[in-house]
């Protein structure tokens, strides 16, 4: 199946520092990205969508400034948190989809701001 | 917006059957997903109905009835391994391939 691969799987940051993270599509091309967040026993909540070419779409509530989503290849999209605070501690997660559009998952990153 | 409703958590025994049921209200169904969240990891995909009746995959079959909102995914001979998180998404029409999540159903198997 297809594979979508997430670095880094953890990352520990001081506060005030900003984090990249990327989602790469292996054995296909992504024109749509997504990025989700999940906080401890909650469900995913989708941040993104990133499109290869043009600008991120946001969901409400989600501030573009402070997490910057870059989609430059067919097959990367990058995600960095800016000026990153301890309430940003969170795992993120990126989607890409395939045929149907069924959904392939990164394997997740867990951000963890000091 | 879409309403997804799974119970929170369940406990089963090792060699047993157990149903996660899934309710929703949207408006404009375009399919409904199942995936599977170990704690700490990516959620996988299990199983995708779009039309109502149910899709056997192995150990694991889901059921749909689009009429009632509902579906059901149901795993036989639970093994340890199963103990995970199972995540109901639904789809809607419009052109977007962004389904969204419930909560998750935790599901513990014991011995």
């Known amino acids: 199946g297809a594979v979508v691969s997430q670095h880094p799987s953890r990352v520990i940051c001081k506060s005030g520092t900003s984090v990249k993270i990327e989602c790469r599509s292996l054995d296909f091309q992504a024109t749509t990205m997504f990025w989700y967040r999940q906080f401890p026993k909650q469900s995913l909540m989708l941040m993104a969508t990133?499109?290869?070419?043009?600008?991120?779409?946001?969901e409400q509530g989600v501030e573009k400034d402070k997490f910057l989503i870059n989609h430059a290849s067919l097959t990367l999209s990058t995600l960095t948190v800016t000026s990153a605070h301890p309430e940003d501690s969170s795992f993120y997660i990126c989607?890409?989809?395939?045929?149907?559009?069924?959904?392939?998952f990164g394997e997740g990153s867990r951000l963890t701001v000091l | 917006g879409q309403n997804i409703d799974q119970p929170t958590e369940m406990t089963a025994t090792e060699g047993a059957i157990v149903q996660i049921n899934c309710t929703y209200q949207t408006s404009g169904f375009n399919g409904l997903f199942w995936y599977q969240q170990h704690a700490g990891e990516a959620p996988t995909f299990l199983s995708y109905n779009v039309l109502d009746g149910l899709e056997e995959k192995g150990r694991f079959s889901s059921f749909l009835s689009r009429s009632k909102g509902y579906s059901y995914l149901l795993l036989k001979e639970l093994q340890m391994k199963d103990s995970a998180s199972y995540l109901c998404?639904?789809?809607?029409?419009?052109?977007?391939?962004?389904?969204?999540f419930g909560r998750g159903t935790s599901l513990i198997v014991h011995p």
């Open positions: 989607s890409a989809t395939s045929g149907i559009g069924e959904l392939f």
């Open positions: 998404a639904v789809r809607k029409t419009g052109g977007s391939y962004i389904p969204t």
């Open positions: 990133s499109n290869e070419g043009s600008k991120a779409t946001y």
